[in-house]
């Protein structure tokens, strides 16, 4: 029998950018959802795009919030955030006006101070053949899982270093939110081909990374560490929220013990 988490105010999963959260052959949060709410929380997710820009999809998120406060009657919300769903989420609580409905924000490998990976896409797609062709398989990608109206480039271009540089200027946090980070190195396993070339790109920009985002960038606020399996290997971009498996990293664990740490602080 599981025990049940006294939390103060429920959660809301914010997807990343690349898949939804309602697709039903990839299940972007895994097992996640259904380990949390056995513990007696109260979990939504985000429904954003999985292709657009930050202030567009910010927008998505805040009118998923009031729906959820309307409906819950909770007069806040704990937002767990992957990847750019992070940023999304920062953008969202100091622009437009929602610092008073969230308690907190946990950013899980949130490319905070961008990813040389997007530097890299948009450098590859810089020839307009290329460009083209990439725009054409990603769009359709993004169609067939739902998104109605994607802009792929602008995702990308957002997550650029000198683009998030920017962001960090003119977004800062707010006092009223608790603000955490939490993140994964690949470390000690085969990947495959494609993303040992990626990490091996980031690390040469960036530093040791999750094969996506590095940990210079996801560190964030309160930085709580990198996060490890239980045989002590790493764990790589997705992971970390539960979408794939290469190692005895339990993830839906992993993240019962996060929201057991924000009921402890009264969240």
């Known amino acids: 029998m599981q025990n049940t988490i006294n939390l103060k105010f429920p959660v809301i999963l914010v997807h990343g950018l690349g898949l939804r959260d309602d697709m039903k052959l990839v299940k972007y949060w895994g097992k996640i959802p259904e380990k949390l709410k056995k513990n007696g929380i109260q979990v939504f997710l985000s429904n954003q795009l999985a292709f657009h820009t930050i202030e567009f999809n910010a927008i998505l998120i805040k009118n998923r919030i009031n729906q959820i406060l309307n409906e ?143 940990q210079y960038s996801f560190e964030w606020s309160n930085f709580k560490g990198v996060v490890m399996s239980d045989s002590g290997k790493g764990v790589s971009h997705h992971e970390i929220i539960g979408m794939t498996s290469l190692s005895d990293f339990d993830a839906p664990a992993f993240f019962v013990r996060i929201v057991k740490e924000l009921a402890d602080l009264g969240y």
């Open 72 to 214: 819950s009657g909770s007069e806040k919300i704990n937002i767990i955030a992957h990847s750019k769903g992070g940023i999304e989420s920062r953008y969202m609580i100091s622009k437009l006006d929602m610092s008073g409905k969230v308690a907190s924000l946990t950013t899980i490998s949130s490319p905070h101070r961008g990813s040389s990976l997007a530097d890299l896409v948009l450098e590859k797609t810089a020839k307009k053949k290329v460009f083209k062709f990439s725009e054409k398989i990603i769009k359709a990608i993004a169609e067939w899982q739902g998104d109605n109206s994607p802009e792929i480039i602008p995702a990308f271009k957002q997550m650029t270093l000198a683009a998030m540089a920017d962001f960090n200027k003119k977004i800062t946090d707010v006092p009223e939110v608790y603000y955490q980070s939490y993140g994964g190195i690949v470390s000690g396993k085969p990947y495959g081909r494609w993303t040992d070339f990626k990490t091996k790109i980031i690390q040469e920009r960036e530093g040791i990374n999750d094969g996506v985002v590095s």
